[in-house]
């Protein structure tokens, strides 16, 4: 990218950051800022744009859990959505273009084809919003994660067939070789220490080990780190790993959105047809919301689920690359596609942020379409009148579960929103149980029992923790609230929301680690801490 992109992506989203929108929005208005002025972005910020979706699809690998993708509400529910918004959506573009005549230029073919196209949902958004209000690990995180990477499976097939490019016969044995590899990558990934060489091993493996792999046997290579991502997801490095890509995919990310703004030139007539899309834009959060319902998934989980999945997606934009290549649609849809998927994010960005606002009000309203039965990751009931609550059962949180526990013996409960951590604790024989502290639904459950008198949030996800200070403070809670920071910003933050107390991570391990080393000197050399420097301090004073 030269100095123009560079700059103009940064003031807008600093721009955006300040009127408290997601960056990537910013990043969307500087593209198309850029293409009125007539920059075009060249190959370097397509090789750019394309190595951080290639990153982000390998980073989406390492926290997939295969078993997760064989819940109903994943594929089934994938699938279903797909064939509704191409049977709802086919009929719709036919009128349209029936009306507008040969300005339009669709056909069944291309109408079907630009239905299938609109069917997906922006695994980029998805994850960026997911990641920076802490919603990854809650479970409207966790079924969207899934449809996405079934979406993200059904549009490589798909591109891979309609490319008219058979897979190479190798294309089993690499597969088959890759899962006989497994713990050959693990050991690799694990042999990488923890400094830039990890970082490089991450490079290593989703750009030559799966997506140079793949595409070497005509397969799609973005596919191909995806799934070397899942090989590798087990390892206990590969935590460590995500959170060294995080930044890195990022930064390159801000190239696909600068690219998407940049995508084809903005006519009127492509603005028209952009806006047909954006006005099926709520056939697709409605769809989502019924069909998550009556996988018995609650209207809180359904509802925050279809927002997050409710833009359209940059596999549509390729399909419809595709579509243009092979002579099947016009250029127009193309850029209408791009812009509808810009103006989706534009529309999207402030809904997810305040999701949670906008679901309290309705909440009665969209309860009545829930399907009979609990869900098994649903939550629980609180049985032991327990006074303190824990929220984010990792390292701090457990380190606090065990002081408090000895010093409160059964008035403990700690939460988590992992169901894989929360089984853990629980064959530890810890008091540990499945929610969300953000969740709404959660609180009014918890509320008509003995009210909790301490509630602790020690979640890793600094936006999480305010999330749920939001949600407490939405449901009147009058006990204490402390929280946890790792930055004096969240620390101020922190308490201009109004808790208790707010704990520095990072300043108070230093000042605990100095009070520890000094304790253990004294008992060792007593001699040295009571007298020469005693005698050195009072000197100085």
């Known amino acids: 990218m030269d100095a123009l992109l560079v700059a103009t992506a940064f003031i807008f989203g600093l721009a955006a950051q300040r009127l408290r929108l997601p960056p990537l929005v910013g990043f969307l208005l500087a593209g198309f800022v850029l293409q009125a002025l007539g920059q075009t972005g060249g190959e370097a910020l397509r090789v750019i744009a394309d190595l ?76 960026k919003s997911l990641s920076e209000n802490g919603d990854m690990g809650s479970m409207h995180g966790r079924v969207s994660i899934g449809i996405l990477i079934m979406q993200d499976i059904l549009a490589v097939l798909f591109l891979t067939f309609s490319t008219g490019k058979i ?36 490079f290593f493996l989703a750009l030559v080990v799966g997506a140079a792999g793949f595409s070497a ?37 801000v190239g696909f959105f600068l690219q998407v703004g940049l995508e084809g030139e903005l006519t009127w007539k492509s603005l028209g047809w952009a806006g047909l899309m954006i006005l099926l834009l709520p056939l697709k959060s409605i769809a989502f919301f019924l069909l998550l319902t009556r996988f018995r998934l609650r209207a809180r989980s359904s509802w925050m689920s279809a927002l997050t999945l409710s833009t359209y997606s940059e596999f549509g934009l390729i399909v419809m690359a595709l579509g243009v290549a092979k002579g099947w649609i016009s250029a127009d ?25 906008l679901y309290d009000p309705i909440s009665d309203v969209l309860k009545r379409f829930e399907a009979k039965g609990r869900h098994p990751d649903d939550l629980p009931v609180r049985e032991n009148g327990e006074q303190i609550a824990i929220f984010g059962m990792g390292r701090v949180g457990l380190a606090a579960y065990h002081a408090l526990e000895g010093r409160y013996p059964g008035r403990v409960i700690g939460f988590d929103r992992d169901p894989k951590a929360v089984q853990l604790h629980r064959e530890a024989e810890r008091n540990v149980m499945l929610a969300d502290a953000t969740d709404s639904d959660f609180w009014e459950k918890v509320r008509p029992r003995d009210d909790i008198d301490l509630v602790i949030l020690a979640m890793p996800k600094h936006k999480a923790n305010v999330h749920a200070i939001e949600t407490l403070k939405r449901h009147g809670f009058a006990g204490v609230v402390a929280a946890t920071g790792k930055f004096s910003e969240e620390i101020q933050e922190l308490r201009k929301l109004g808790v208790d107390t707010a704990f520095n991570l990072y300043a108070e391990a230093g000042s605990n680690f100095a009070r520890h080393v000094f304790n253990v000197f004294n008992q ?16 100085e004073d």
Request: aromatic share 8%; net charge positive.
């Open 217 to 253: 046997v005509g397969l799609k290579s973005d596919l191909g780190a995806l799934f070397v991502g899942v090989l590798v997801g087990y390892h206990p490095v590969s935590k460590e790993l995500g959170k060294s890509l995080n930044g890195i995919t990022d930064l390159l990310l």
């Open 167 to 202: 897979p190479s016969p190798w294309s089993p044995l690499l597969v088959a070789g890759l899962l006989v590899a497994r713990p050959a990558l693990g050991w690799l990934l694990g042999r990488s220490g923890h400094g830039e060489l990890v970082t490089l091993c991450g």
């Open 52 to 127: 951080g979706v290639t990153l982000l699809l390998f980073t989406i690998g390492l926290k997939l859990r295969v078993r997760s993708l064989g819940r109903p509400e994943i594929w089934a529910g994938t699938s279903l959505h797909a064939a509704l918004m191409i049977a709802l959506f086919t009929p719709v573009l036919l009128g349209v273009s029936a009306l507008a005549g040969k300005a339009a230029g669709l056909d069944w073919t291309s109408a079907l084809l630009l239905a299938f196209g609109m069917s997906f949902s922006s695994t980029v958004f998805a994850v």
């Open 524 to 539: 060792q050399r007593p001699d040295l801490t009571q007298g020469s420097w005693k005698a050195r301090a009072e000197g």
């Open 333 to 357: 849809w193309l850029v209408a596609t791009a812009v509808a998927l810009s103006l989706s994010f534009l529309i999207l960005a402030p809904l997810n942020r305040r999701a949670e606002r």
